[in-house]
């Protein structure tokens, strides 16, 4: 009982440790961009005379309601594309069990691990040659492509646990494929569509390397990849980087606290199936 | 009967139709592109002119110039602390924290320990060549416990760039590993650990015996993830060295970056990029084989 109760209270200690390593770097960075913009504070010190306008510079310099919507529009892009067509497939190789099978799932599974540097060069030349270089569809349709191993391997564990019965009777009641598939059990996958969902939004919203590469302007950018403009643009004011590298955060943030209950639980099991 | 058969049989092969969209976005954009990586991997280019056939020539440049393969280690050096950090405390604060987990405290922390997790990883980036540049949260707290002789610019020292790197990434995968850890012990029959109790077992005999090997699969999870994460890094050291000073932090991703798009070496480029896959792809593999293996 003793060691129990001693147990309990180093692992609290230590929670409260381990939550303070996460949160400490997020501290200094609101704290320094209190600071006048330009000068040099030290790592974690309160401003005599917080500037909370540099948040407001910050958020014109940054451009962000560009940029939110420049992200918005590349995310309406993946997500919705890559759920349905993604589905389609985890329902054709988990459930209607099509000849094959084995085959194209292993193949789908090879890139599952695939890093992305691994093919970005040929796809600068393929996105230049389909002539969208330096439009969103440039990030958008290689990302589909990249998430689409994880995105059927997702699908497939769902369809795959999925009874035979169920289709069965509702192909007695004389539904074709495509009506079973819309009617039956797209509505039965929305727990799994729908964590999928958060996961694609958030690597959309993070990817960086197909921002830099693949699209010049950064307005027309992921927010990671204007992130990372804003920064060769502003790195030495420190103040306004910090502000900036504080906005660009927010909406993921918000997004995150709002669902984090899914969110966790999505990322977690999207790890584990990974 | 036959008819039905005939009916089912047919109606499997048009299944091959709801792949298809899947398929092809697939093929388009993951292997196609990674056959052209092969080609261009043989060739001498430039990426406007004429390419010329190059052989093997630009695979050995990978495996002989200095600067190349001292990316290729660094990014084995990475793994340190991508991986073993993190596995290595992440077991340590899941097994204290195991009693506690579904308390209050433990559901905030949940939360808490994830955001690194959830944020661009470029905004680690930033936040933390902040915190490790010279005048940065770091050093201030080392000069506060009175080790200010040690401090210095972390990313922009020749010896301490990479395991400044490290240490970001550490960051940001070890609230990922503790959670999954957590969630894997979870799973395990309490009546294991009151049987060794009685026997008269401590904590760490416990973590032992019984933690370590119900977490198989789990800790297979972690490995493949952070070893992923730490060969194919790019985010990071972009934002926050550049692969500097000098040559100190390249890792193969940045490499392949600056080869292909600033120095225009797109044959070499694509070498380095076929071997950073077959990198990755060799040490997943195995990772996942062994732990899973059992199991099934």
Known sequence: MKTARREAWTGRVLLIVLMAATLMPFLSLFVTALHPSGSYPLGLEWPDDPQW???????????????????????LGVVPISLVVATMAGFAIGHLRIPGRRIVFVAFLLGLTLPFEGIITPLYYLVRDMGVLNTRWAIILPLIGLFMPFSVFW???????????????????????????????????????????????????????????????????????????????????????????LLILTPTLLVFLIFQRRFVTALLQGSLKG | MKAAVKRRSG?????????????????????????MTVQYSLYSWDGIGVATWNGVQNYLRVFTDPDLFAAILNAIKLIAFFSAVPVVLGLAIAATIRRIAASRLALVARTVIFLPQVIPLVAAGITWSWLLSSTGLVNQLLSYIGLEGITRAWLGDFSTALPAVGVIGAWVLLGLCTLLLLAGMSKIDPALYEAARLDGAGPLREFVSITLPSLRQEIGVCVTVTVVAALASFDIVYISTQGGPGNASMVPGLE?????????????????????????????????WLTRDRSS
């Open chain 1, 53 to 75: 306008g540099n948040f407001a510079t910050a958020f014109t310099a940054a451009r962000m309601t560009e940029l939110l919507k420049s992200s918005v529009l590349i995310v």
């Open chain 1, 155 to 245: 699908m497939r564990a769902h369809f795959v646990n999925m009874p035979e019965e169920l289709s069965e009777s509702a192909r007695i009641d004389g539904a074709s494929t495509w009506q079973l598939f819309w009617k039956v059990h797209v509505p039965l996958a929305a727990p799994a569509t729908s964590s999928l969902a958060i996961l694609l939004f958030l690597w959309t919203w993070n990817q960086f390397l197909l921002a830099i590469v693949l699209v010049d302007d950064p307005l027309q950018r992921t927010m990671s990849g204007a992130l990372g403009a804003f920064q060769g643009q502003w790195g030495t004011d420190i103040p306004l980087l910090c502000a900036g590298s």
């Open chain 2, 11 to 35: 109606s499997r092969w048009a299944g091959w139709l709801f792949v298809l969209p899947a398929a092809a976005f697939y093929v388009v954009f993951v292997i196609q592109p990674l056959a």
């Open chain 2, 256 to 288: 392949i970056y600056y080869l292909a798009f600033s120095e225009r070496e797109v044959g070499l480029a694509s070498a380095l990029a076929v071997v950073l896959t077959v990198l990755v792809i060799a040490c997943a593999l195995p990772i996942q």
